[in-house]
Every structure is written in structure tokens, then in C-alpha cells.
């Protein structure tokens, strides 16, 4: 059973910085992808960031040149600095992992959500 599981979100006044966790466990010698998204209160949960088991990264523009994306050390764990925070930084930051493995069917894919951290950004 895959878990995906996000920290590191809390109330920051604009212009700081947070580090956001992502840890996803219950899976071994897959390829992934692992993206934030994030959704403000009344609006569409938005896309933040991704990066693949390549190392490859993509951003959205509201973030761009104001956060990155890491893997970290521990396997299938994946890091997210955004600086520079705006208010209208704040939602609450989902991980999102998309994973190919071996055993699946040919040419599928399963995704996982986690819980979502909160990101608060006072004026």
C-alpha cells in the first residue's frame, strides 16, 4: 500500500521562506513522478511543481524563480523551497506521486495523494 505523506507547512509573514516534505513509502524499484499542487480555499487545486525519478523539474509560473524542487537523500522523498512567499501563496500544498512498476499492467500508471500540508502567508 503506497502513503504518501507531506510536512514542513505553516504560517509564514510574506517575504519568508518554508520547506516542504514529501515522503512516499510502500513502493520499491518503480519510476515516478512527484508534483505539489495546491488549492486556495473557493478555487481549483492548481499545480506548484513536479520532478521524476530522471531528475527532471517543471514549475508553474507563479513559482517560478521563487521555488525548487529536490529529491532528497531517503528514497522517494522530495523537497520543495519557496521563497519570496505572497499571500497569495497560501492553500494547502498536496504531494501527488504517479508510479510505474513492473508488476502493473502494461502502459499504466497508479497515483497517490497525500493529506496536504496548510501554507499560511500573512501581509
Known amino acids: 500500500q503506497v502513503h504518501v505523506e507531506e510536512s514542513g507547512g505553516g504560517s509564514v509573514q510574506a517575504g519568508g521562506s518554508l520547506r516542504l516534505s514529501c515522503a512516499a513509502s510502500?513502493?520499491?524499484?518503480?519510476?515516478?513522478?512527484m508534483s505539489w499542487y495546491r488549492q486556495a480555499p473557493g478555487k481549483e487545486r492548481e499545480f506548484v511543481s513536479g520532478?521524476?525519478?530522471?531528475?527532471?523539474?517543471t514549475y508553474a509560473e507563479s513559482v517560478k524563480g521563487r521555488a525548487t524542487i529536490s529529491q532528497g537523500n531517503a528514497v522517494n522523498t522530495v523537497y520543495l523551497q519557496v521563497n519570496s512567499l505572497k499571500p497569495e501563496d497560501t492553500a494547502m500544498y498536496f504531494c501527488?506521486?504517479?508510479?510505474?512498476?513492473?508488476?502493473?499492467?502494461?502502459?499504466?500508471?497508479?497515483?497517490?495523494w497525500g493529506q496536504g500540508t496548510q501554507v499560511t502567508i500573512s501581509s
Open positions: 501527488k506521486t504517479i508510479t510505474w512498476c513492473s508488476w502493473y499492467a502494461p502502459h499504466t500508471s497508479r497515483t497517490f
Open positions: 520532478i521524476n525519478s530522471n531528475g527532471s523539474t
Open positions: 510502500g513502493y520499491t524499484s518503480c519510476r515516478y513522478e
